[in-house]
């Protein structure tokens, strides 16, 4: 069996979604047409021509305005359903979504609308597909303290559906450290915590991230290797990274897949995980990403293997379901050996 068919066939995890990213072009005329919302493009392949960008704000100032296609909750079901068939032809077993609400709570959108639309294709995908799935808040940093304590509390009557909280958008400017009191506060509640940091951010921004936020899982953290403490107490701490090679292609934090710092973070032992990010913006879902890399920089299948291990042990499955999952990788990686 070649890498690509073991990787095709491969049980695993995705912990880095965002599901606003994975509207694709043509879904955004569809839901353009049947909302009567104008958009700045002629043609899906002037959309896709766009998609050519040279750093993380240019990505996500199309992205954003890509969101405004998005109006009810029919939308949101259908954005999140699409991205679950995708996942599971990808044989994702379990995802963890991100969702940026106040994006659309900005636009006027009520919080539920957003929230019952993503729950409903949440519940339809375990239904159907057989794909389970999470729930995770995004916190704008580019917004202040206040906006993200405002989107904690109109999350209050789906917090019981929501399992954790994360913080994405503009990382140069705003530190981890503008959210600590939001993220305890999140904690407090019983919430799992997450943020993106050292994607374009310093190393600074990883260490604050874990002493101030106090983390269970990292997103990116790539700008991690510049130190080499941080790498020592990232390994020594078991944090999961959930590492994004195309969007990382994309967006310029490395020049070339070839140079993904994926193989050094294996060999010093951090728990690295495979992700897609914003898959309709970047090229590609979760296997794409997975062979992909695995060709530039010559990954094995045992390290395919272990990035899909890592994928099941760093999600916020409870433990049992996580050694069912687990078990399953282990089934899989015997029988194709
Ligand atoms: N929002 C969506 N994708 C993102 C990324 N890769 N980094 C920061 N914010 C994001
Ligand atoms: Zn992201």
């Given amino acids: ?38 958009i700045p493009f002629d043609s899906v392949e002037a959309v896709r021509a766009a998609y050519d960008f040279s750093n993380l704000q240019d990505f996500l100032d199309i992205y954003y305005a890509g969101a405004n296609v998005l109006l009810t909750e029919e939308d949101f079901h259908d954005l999140a359903f699409a991205y679950f068939r995708r996942a599971a032809a990808d044989n994702v077993r379990h995802a963890e979504i991100f969702f940026d609400p106040q994006t659309h709570t900005d636009r006027g959108l009520p919080f539920g609308v957003v929230a019952e639309g993503l729950l409903a294709g949440m519940k339809r995908a375990e239904r159907e597909l057989g794909v389970s799935s999470k729930l995770i808040l995004c916190f ?28 994405d958008s503009s990382e140069v400017g705003h530190p981890p450290s503008k959210f600590e009191r939001v993220f305890a506060r999140a904690r407090e509640m019983g919430l799992k915590l997450c943020a993106h940091a050292g994607e374009e951010g310093p190393p600074e921004y990883v260490r604050e991230a874990l002493d101030l936020l106090r983390i269970d899982r990292m997103d990116h953290g790539n700008r991690s290797m510049e130190d080499e403490a941080l790498i020592e107490r990232l390994a020594a701490s078991q944090m999961t990274l959930t590492v994004c090679p ?51 920089v010559g990954l094995t299948r045992e390290q395919v293997t272990q990035l899909a291990r890592n994928s099941f042990e760093g999600s916020f499955l409870d433990e049992r379901e996580k050694a069912a999952r687990l078990a399953e990788v282990e089934v899989y990686a015997a029988k194709s050996g």
């Fill in 246 to 296: 195309l969007s990382n292609l994309k967006l310029c934090v490395v020049k070339d897949l070839r140079d993904h710092p994926v193989p050094e973070m294996l060999r010093r032992g951090l728990h690295v995980t495979l992700n897609s990010d914003d898959p309709a913006y970047f090229g590609g879902y979760v296997n794409d990403n997975y062979r992909r890399l695995a060709e530039a």
């Fill in 1 to 38: 069996m070649s890498l690509d068919a073991y990787i095709a066939g491969l049980p695993k995890a995705e912990l880095h979604l965002h599901i606003e990213g994975s509207l694709e072009p043509e879904q955004m005329f569809d839901f353009a047409r049947r909302n009567r919302v104008s």
């Fill in 140 to 167: 704008l940093r580019h917004l202040d303290e206040h906006a993200a304590f405002d989107a904690l509390h109109q999350a209050g009557p789906w917090l019981d559906r929501i399992a954790g909280v994360g913080l």
